[in-house]
Nanobody, 123 residues
């Protein structure tokens, strides 16, 4: 079992930056993929970014590429999402997720989820 805890959300203005953290219990196996998703009120949870725990290979949603950066610190069992140039449409609850085998962009592919951290971007 893997437990994930997100932190770092908050209220910011458009154009500002935030870094979200996802602390995982235990050591993540080399086959794991870590992802960030977000869900705005009334909308489905959508993929933001993912990273391979072993290689650091990343991929992003179109909405995130160029503004967001996913990274991980294997020694700390922590994944990060650096968000720059935030827009009001980025407002959502952000969730960290872990996938047992490699990365993916669908919520159904992930096995473990954090509780979420709220990001609010004001205009």
């Amino acid at each position: 079992q893997v437990q994930l805890v997100e932190s770092g959300g908050g209220l910011v203005q458009a154009g500002d930056s935030l870094t979200l953290s996802c602390a995982a219990s235990g050591r993540i196996a080399s086959t794991y993929g870590m992802g960030w998703f977000r869900q705005a009120p009334g909308l489905e949870r959508e993929f933001v970014a993912a990273i391979s725990w072993s290689t650091g290979n990343t991929f992003y949603a179109v909405s995130a590429k160029g503004r967001f950066t996913i990274s991980r610190d294997n020694a700390k069992n922590t994944a990060y999402l650096q968000m720059n140039s935030l827009k009001p449409e980025d407002t959502a609850a952000y969730y960290c997720a872990a996938k047992r085998y490699y990365t993916g962009s669908k919520t159904s592919e992930y096995d473990y989820w954090g509780q979420g951290t709220q990001v609010i971007v004001s205009s």
